[in-house]
C-alpha cells in the first residue's frame, strides 16, 4: 500500500504500516523472523542459481526475444500487489482524462475520507502524477481515486493483462465484478485481486516497450506465440515511464541502484500477508533503451526491508548483456 518508508527506522516503519493495514499489535523487531541471507551464485547464463529455498522469488525477462529466467526456482509468487497497482490507476486517470496531467494534490502525511484514515510516511507537499507514482503517495492516489470508478480501474486492470496467464502460467485471482471502492484496488489491497510474479513483470514489460511485449516464455516453451499489445497515449506512457525512473532516483526505489549503473525505472509494493508484511519491486532496465524487465517478490518484510535490497543483490549479481 505504501513505500515511502524510512529504513532508518524499522520498528517505528512497522507501527506506522500496521496502523495503516489494520494488523492490530506491533511485532517485536527483536523475535520476528529474518528472511535468509540470499547467497548469488552466477549460472552458465551469468542469472543466479543456488537460492536458498525460502529466498524471495526473482523473474527477469528479455525484452527482445520474450524468454523468461527463473533463477530463483519455478515458485511464481503471488498475493496483494500493493502499490505496484498504482501504475494501472495512474494509467487508467490520466488515459481516460479524469485528472489533469498537472493536476497537484496537497499531501500533508495523510487524509481521512469516509471515515478512514490513509497516511504517507512523510508529508509529500504538493505532489503530480508523476511524483505520486516514484513516491507512492497514498494521499494522492486516494484522493485520485474518488474520481476513478472501480470498474474502470478493473477494465484497465484487464488491458495490462491482470486476468491473463503468462508464459503458460494461470492467472492469479482476478475479480469477476467490480466489488468495493476503487481504493481498495488503487492501493492493491483487495483480497480477490491477487496477480502472480509474471503478471507482474509483464506489466513492468508493457511499460517499458509502450505496449508492445514480445511473446514471454521461457526457454523449455516455444517462442511461437502472440505479442501483448496495449494501445496508450504518448502522454500516458510518459508519465509512467517518467515516475518509473525517478522513484529509482528520488523515491522509494532509490536504494536499487543508488550509483544509476543500470539505469533502473521501478515501481515498489507492500501489502499485509497475516500479521507481516510481502513487497514486491517491478522495473525494468536501461532506461533509454529496455532490455529487461524484472520482478521480485518477498515474504519477509516491506519494500525498503525486503524487496529493495534483494532485487539489489540480484541485478548486481549477473552481467546484464
Not at 525484452?63 to 494509467?91: D, E, I, R
Not at 510474479?197 to 517499458?208: E, G, N, P
Amino acid at each position: 500500500m505504501t513505500d515511502d518508508l524510512d529504513s532508518t527506522n524499522s520498528i517505528g516503519r512497522r507501527r506506522f504500516l500496521k496502523s495503516i493495514f489494520g494488523l492490530g499489535a506491533v511485532v517485536d523487531e527483536a523475535v520476528e523472523a529474518k528472511a535468509p541471507e540470499v547467497i548469488p551464485q552466477p549460472g552458465s547464463a551469468g542469472i543466479l542459481a543456488g537460492i536458498e529455498r525460502a529466498a524471495p522469488v526473482f523473474i527477469w525477462a528479455d525484452l527482445k526475444t520474450g524468454q523468461v529466467g527463473f533463477p530463483s526456482g519455478l515458485n511464481l509468487g503471488s498475493g496483494m500487489p500493493g502499490s505496484t497497482m498504482k501504475l494501472v490507476a495512474a494509467a487508467a486517470l490520466h488515459e481516460e482524462s479524469l485528472i489533469s496531467p498537472n493536476q497537484i494534490y496537497e499531501c500533508p502525511g495523510h487524509i481521512t475520507l469516509h471515515k478512514q484514515t490513509f497516511n504517507c510516511l512523510h508529508a509529500h507537499g504538493r505532489v503530480n502524477l508523476t511524483h505520486a507514482i516514484a513516491k507512492s503517495c497514498n494521499v494522492f492516489f486516494v484522493l485520485a481515486s474518488e474520481k476513478l470508478h472501480t470498474s474502470t480501474f478493473l477494465d484497465y486492470a484487464r488491458k495490462f493483462g491482470l486476468d491473463q496467464p503468462v508464459a503458460g502460467r494461470q492467472s492469479g485471482a482476478f475479480p469477476a465484478k467490480a466489488n468495493g471502492p476503487s481504493y481498495r484496488y488503487v492501493l492493491g489491497l483487495a483480497e480477490d485481486m491477487q496477480p502472480n510474479s509474471l503478471q507482474i513483470l509483464r506489466m513492468s514489460a508493457i511499460v517499458a516497450t509502450k505496449g508492445d511485449v514480445p511473446f514471454l516464455h521461457s526457454a523449455e516453451d516455444s517462442a511461437d506465440g502472440e505479442r501483448f499489445r496495449l494501445q496508450l497515449s504518448d502522454g500516458t506512457w510518459h508519465r509512467l515511464q517518467q515516475g518509473m525512473e525517478l522513484a529509482c532516483t528520488e523515491g522509494t526505489a532509490q536504494k536499487l541502484d543508488p550509483e544509476n549503473k543500470l539505469h533502473i525505472a521501478a515501481k515498489t509494493g507492500t501489502a499485509p500477508r497475516g500479521n507481516k508484511f510481502s513487497s514486491w519491486i517491478t522495473g525494468y532496465f536501461p532506461t533509454d533503451a529496455p532490455k529487461h524487465a524484472f520482478v521480485l517478490n518477498s515474504t519477509a518484510g516491506t519494500s525498503q526491508e525486503a524487496a529493495v535490497p534483494q532485487a539489489h543483490k540480484f541485478l548486481f549479481a549477473s552481467d546484464w548483456p
